[in-house]
Each structure stands twice: as structure tokens, then as C-alpha cells.
């Protein structure tokens, strides 16, 4: 059984031409007994005929060759942009490697300076001692 | 009008500048159809191919050219639409009119007092269209004066056909009901 509600969205498809032979049939039929469903079609066939008012005329020549240049414009900008981002993304990865670069010459090189050796804490004090107790060097 | 039912794979690799020489006129017609301006509908098309461009890359050939072209351009309108609806909310209304020639009201015919009257009911029904909200307007635009299928138009707004459906059946009631309220403003 086809309730209201289903009945009015097949009659819209079937206003469209979207229906099935065998659908259209029923709906056809159904216009036939419901005075309702006859007066809708009307209805959406004014409104048809109104939005047919908006039908806009076509685009004339000079329009289009308006917006063919700007949109070649528009790509020439776009080919600029992309170029300048280009640029920068360059910049930025050359600045990133060098510092990729000199954190790791940091990392992995030995600083010059004294090394001390301990086995145990007291050992370390020790040493730590002696090399403050050292007189400093000229060099 | 039916979209084209070429697929990629049998349509030679295009440039956005082909599509621009192919649909530029199309989408115009689209623009204005959409509620925009003379203005702002070339503006819109701008924007369309702009991003058209920058996407044509990533078009993997699910659907018709056509059909990813649409979509674009519904969604690129759609933006475009909404950020001069703001601007004009922003402007003075009196400065917005002088860019605001509505291109489908604003025409001659050879009996002037035809003229007006049709003129008068193009803008009621374009002021009652306006009203709509978006989902509504849009397939109501797509068929009614793109004249296209539930499937094309299920395509282009990625949408499943059985809510094309209903959405065009509530469309038009609410659009019929708006045309009336419009109306009746007019008469009192």
C-alpha cells in the first residue's frame, strides 16, 4: 500500500520524467482519482513556467573574451604564486639542512679540553680536586 | 541538458584552459541562474576554473569530466555566493544596487507593459527562489533550469538519487509557498 506521502514524491519523478513505463502507468492512474494530486501537477507546472523566467540569455562574445583574459590573468598569478611559494619552500629546506647539518658536526665532535678518568666517586672528587689545584696555564 | 557521458578514459588529457573554451559560457549561465549578479557571476566563473586548475590533478576518473567539472563549480559558486551575500550585507544597499542588475529581469520585449509585468513576476520568483535554503535551491536550479537528471544531479552534489528526489518534491512545495507569501505581501 503507497501512503500520501509516497504517492507525491512518485508523481514529482513522474512530473520529471524519472518514472518507470509501469510507474508512470500507476501514477497516471492515481492522478485520474485523486483531485488533489491533478491540482499539485498545475501547480509545479506554474512554477515550471515561472522559473523559466530566470532563464538567463547567453554569455555574450565580449563577456567571454572578458573572462578568458582575466582567467589567463588569474592563471599567470597562480603560476607566480606557486613559483614564489616554490622559492620559499627551497629556502626553508636549504636553512633546515643546513642546520640539520650543524647541530650533528656539534653533536659528533669532540670539544677540546681535559679529559678525567675515575673508577668510584671518591676517585672523581680526587681527580676533580688535582686539576683545580693545578696552576693555570699560559697556552 | 544531460552531461556528457564520456568518461576519462576515453577523453584525451584536457587543460583547464580546454575546459574554460568548452563550459566558461555554461558555468556563466550557471552563476547567474544561482542568484548571482552579472558581476559577480564572471568573478564566479574566475574562481571555478581557478581552482579547476589547481585540481585538475587530482580528478581520478570516477566520473564524466563533466560531471567532476559541475561539481566544482556548485561548490566553488556556492562559497562565491556566500561571501557576497555577506559583502552586500556589508555594503549599503544603495551601492550594491548599481551592481546588483539582476540579467534575467532586467530585458525588453516588444510590448512594454508585457514588459513590466513579466519583469515584476521574474523578480518575485527570483527573490522566492533566494528564499530557499541552499539544498533546495540548488536542485530546483539543477532541474528545473539546467534541465538535468536525478542522476546527473545526484552525481554532481553527491547525493543519493532518493534524496534528489524528495529534495526536489519539498523544493518545490516550499518554493510554491514562498511564491505565495511574496504574493500576498504584494496584495496588502
Known amino acids: 500500500m503507497i501512503n500520501n506521502k509516497q504517492w507525491k514524491l512518485r508523481t514529482s519523478a513522474w512530473f520529471d520524467g524519472e518514472c518507470s513505463d509501469i510507474d508512470s502507468a500507476e501514477v497516471r492512474a492515481h492522478l485520474l482519482e485523486d483531485n488533489s494530486a491533478r491540482l499539485e501537477v498545475q501547480q509545479w507546472r506554474d512554477l515550471r513556467a515561472d522559473l523559466q523566467l530566470l532563464q538567463p540569455e547567453a554569455a555574450s562574445g565580449a563577456c567571454i573574451e572578458r573572462m578568458k583574459n582575466r582567467f589567463q590573468d588569474g592563471l599567470s598569478h597562480e603560476v607566480y604564486a606557486y613559483s614564489k611559494a616554490v622559492r620559499w619552500l627551497n629556502v626553508a629546506a636549504a636553512l633546515l639542512l643546513a642546520l640539520s647539518i650543524g647541530g650533528w658536526i656539534v653533536v659528533n665532535s669532540k670539544a677540546p679540553g681535559i679529559e678525567v678518568y675515575a673508577q668510584e666517586s671518591n676517585q672523581l672528587d680526587q681527580a676533580i680536586h688535582d686539576f683545580l689545584s693545578r696552576p693555570a696555564s699560559n697556552d | ?188
Not at chain 2, 29 to 46: I, W
Not at chain 2, 68 to 77: D, E, F, I, K, S
Request: hydrophobic share 35%.
Open chain 2, 1 to 188: 541538458m544531460t552531461l556528457p557521458k564520456s568518461t576519462p578514459q576515453s577523453t584525451p588529457r584536457q587543460s583547464a584552459e580546454d575546459l574554460f573554451a568548452l563550459y566558461s559560457a555554461k558555468i556563466y549561465g550557471l552563476a547567474l541562474k544561482c542568484g548571482l549578479s552579472a558581476k559577480d557571476a564572471e568573478d564566479g566563473v574566475q574562481e571555478v576554473f581557478i581552482k579547476v586548475q589547481r585540481k585538475l590533478d587530482t580528478f581520478r576518473g570516477e566520473s564524466a569530466l563533466s560531471t567532476w567539472l559541475y561539481r566544482v563549480a556548485v561548490n566553488t559558486l556556492r562559497d562565491h555566493r556566500r561571501k557576497v551575500t555577506r559583502y552586500s550585507r556589508a555594503q549599503s544597499l544603495t551601492e550594491y544596487s548599481e551592481s546588483n542588475v539582476v540579467p534575467a529581469c532586467d530585458r525588453s520585449y516588444s510590448n512594454p507593459s508585457l514588459d513590466a509585468e513579466r519583469n515584476e513576476r521574474c523578480l518575485l520568483v527570483r527573490n522566492a527562489l533566494q528564499q530557499l535554503p541552499e539544498k533546495f535551491r540548488e536542485v530546483l536550479v539543477l532541474r528545473e533550469l539546467e534541465g538535468m537528471s536525478y542522476r546527473d544531479i545526484s552525481r554532481i552534489l553527491e547525493v543519493k538519487q532518493g534524496t534528489i528526489e524528495s529534495r526536489i518534491y519539498r523544493a518545490r512545495t516550499r518554493l510554491a509557498l514562498e511564491i505565495s507569501n511574496l504574493e500576498g505581501d504584494l496584495n496588502d
